[in-house]
Structure formats: C-alpha cells, structure tokens
C-alpha cells in the first residue's frame, strides 16, 4: 500500500498503510469529486483541505480557547513558580499548577491539540499525492502513471495516466514535487516552490502574532515561548522542501483558516481576556504542632480533696474566740463541719466526702481522763 519501498518492506509501516487505507481512498473519492467539478490539482488539494477543517472545526474552536486560556495564566504561573522555588516545594508547586489549569478549564494538552492534529493530516495527504503521482515501467521501458485511491473510471485518474503522475499547476510547478533539490528544477522553476512555502511560513507566523496580540502581558511573562513560534516557522520550511508541493497547499488553506477561526472568535466575543490577575499569597511554612500541655491538676481547695482528708481550713468565726461550733466545744468533738451547699439546694459536684469515725479506743481514753 505504501510507495515508498523502504516504508513498503516495514511490516510495522506496512501495517500503519493498511489501517489508513480506508481514509486514503474517502480522501481519493473527495479529490476525484472536486477534479471534476473544475479540472485543477491545486483546486481539488484545497477543496479536501477546506473539508477536513470543516470538520474539525469544534476541536479547533475548542483548542484556541486552550491555548489563549494558557496564555492569559502565565503571569500567574510565573509567581506560583516563584513563590514554591526549590525541590522541597515541588510537589505543592504541581498541585497549585494543576489546581490553576482546574479553575480556567483548561490544561496544557489542550493547547497542543492543534499541533498534533494538524501532522496527521499532513502524512495521510503526503502519501495520498506520492499514490496519485504513482508511475510504473512497462516491458517495453515506458512509463506510464498508476495512480492509486482515486476511482480508476474518473477524471483525475484518467488525466493522471496521460501526464504520467504529473500534477501540473499554476507557473509551471509540479505539485506532485517537492522543492528539493533544487537543481532539479532550474532558475526562475524553483521561485514558485519557495514562494508557496514563504506563504505558508508566513501565516503560521501571523497565526501566532495573532494568539499573542490578545494578551501582551502573557506574551512578555515568557520569553522563550515567544522564542519558539518564531522559530517554529522556519522548522516547518524544512519540512516543507521534502515534502510534495501538494501537501504544502493544504498547509496553506488550512492556517489560512485557521486565521479566520480565531478572528471570528475575537471579534464574536467568544474568548475574553482576563480583566485582573490573581493575587498570589507568600509561601505559607510548614511547622510542626506544639507539643501539648501538660494537664494542671486544680487546687487541693476547689477539687474536694482537703475536705476528704480532713484538713479543710476553719471558717470564718471558729476557733478559739469565735464560739462558731453550736456546742461551745468548737472542733473538739472530732467531727469537721459540713461543706456549704449551694443556693439553689443541690448538692454541689465537688461536696466533700463524710469524715472518718473516730476509733472507739481513743474515745475510752478521753472518758477516763474526765473522769
């Protein structure tokens, strides 16, 4: 399935072939379809490029707001990496990014979508062409086109076969080419190449300009993402010289649309960018909990425990002068006077326990001493 012989021999490419297959020949039929409503390479490529961002027009929408999201949070995600420096606060610095990314909806895969999207797509039309431009050699040493995934009763495979799988366009280029080298095309032939690819860098370069414009502070809080869409063009011309003229026309149509996406967006209100930063506190340190308190235990006046022993202080009035005992014999008795009950007639939680009786042997030993 695969032109190229080295891809060919693969058994893992040859297996990739094989399932993409099926989206070569809807891709052939679309291109068969266009041909023949006007008979133009270039038409047909940009027509099945139109369609296929048509259809992926809600991933696009979807992944503009991504990236713009990202944009408009790098003020903040350089403080949040300012504010948890070090190794010890990685781990809090990942929970705080990917809290961010949680309340803006968004996360920085999302930002990516179009990118990955967009290579696909590209392969699948670059082995699409190099099946349409196929030729074989006959017996007799002529060469004639084979063209593969196109209809064989239609009009492109028939014009195919007569041009010997030349795709011929506009100011003489031959789409089914690619630019390099370039001795073989000549001067002023090869102009045209590299004017197709100066197009196509060019409006991957606006179509950055145009994302960082709606947020010149996001743009300038990181200098070397700024760094890499400029260069990011220049990458993509290097692939642009090895690959079929054809492929570079649907990178063309396709940032051009991609263009107009994101100024509909703008202009519709779709994206809005973000009035205020949020304020990001100082980094709270981490200390360890006090240790706790050692339980004070009450005095022996207030917890009842004088009062169990007996050795509550006398009242007011007792004592030797006072005459507080209702005997006249104050304390001498050996019974201690009763704990005071609270004003509302309960008994209080803290009341004293009873005193002890005195031991009948010391009672005897008073009585004898009176007598």
């Not at 991504?66 to 190794?87: C, D, H, I, V």
């Not at 003489?172 to 000549?186: N, T, V």
């Not at 642009?240 to 054809?246: D, E, N, Q, R, S």
């Not at 050996?334 to 004293?352: D, L, M, T, V």
Request: with cysteine.
């Amino acid at each position: 399935m695969l032109s190229h012989p080295l891809l060919a021999e693969n058994s893992l490419f040859k297996a990739i072939g094989d399932i993409f297959h099926p989206l070569f020949e809807l891709f052939g039929w679309i291109l068969a379809g266009l041909y023949a409503v006007w008979p133009n390479y270039g038409f047909a490529i940009a027509g099945l490029t139109v369609i296929i961002m048509l259809a992926l027009t809600p991933v696009t929408v979807k992944s503009t707001k991504s990236m713009l999201a990202m944009q408009r949070l790098q003020p903040e995600m350089k403080k949040l990496q300012a504010k948890y420096k070090g190794p010890e606060n990685r781990e809090m610095l990942n929970q705080e990014m990917m809290r961010l990314y949680k309340e803006n909806g968004t996360s920085p895969f999302g930002a990516c979508l179009p990118m990955f999207l967009q290579m696909p797509f590209l392969i699948v039309l670059y082995d699409l062409i190099r099946g349409l431009s196929n030729t074989v050699t006959l017996k007799n040493g002529a060469v004639v086109g084979a063209p593969r995934y196109v209809p064989t009763n239609s009009q492109i495979h028939q014009s195919l076969v007569l041009s010997k799988g030349q795709m011929h366009w506009w100011f003489g280029m031959d789409l089914s080419k690619a630019p390099w080298p370039f001795s073989s095309h000549g001067f002023p032939g090869i102009l045209p190449y590299l004017g197709l690819i100066a197009a196509a860098m060019i409006l991957q370069y606006y179509q950055m300009r145009q994302m960082n414009s709606r947020n010149p502070q996001a743009a300038a809080a990181n200098p070397q993402m700024q760094s890499m869409q400029k260069f990011f063009p220049f990458i993509f011309g290097l692939i642009y010289l090895k690959i079929p003229a054809g492929a570079t026309i649907y990178m063309v149509v396709s940032s051009a649309m991609r263009v107009g996406t994101q100024e509909v967006m703008f202009k519709t209100g779709m994206v809005t960018p973000v009035v205020a930063e949020r304020e990001i506190g100082p980094v709270k340190e981490v200390r360890e909990p006090p240790p706790p308190k050692p339980e004070t235990r009450r005095s022996s006046a207030t917890d009842g425990t004088t009062l169990a022993k007996g050795t509550l202080p006398p009242s007011k009035g007792s004592g030797a002068g006072g005459g507080g005992a209702t005997n006249g014999k104050g304390a001498s008795n050996g019974r201690k006077p009763a704990a005071k009950r609270p004003g509302n007639g309960k008994a209080s939680s803290e009341e004293a326990a009873p005193a002890p009786k005195p031991h009948p042997r010391s009672r005897s030993k008073r009585t004898r001493k009176a007598r």
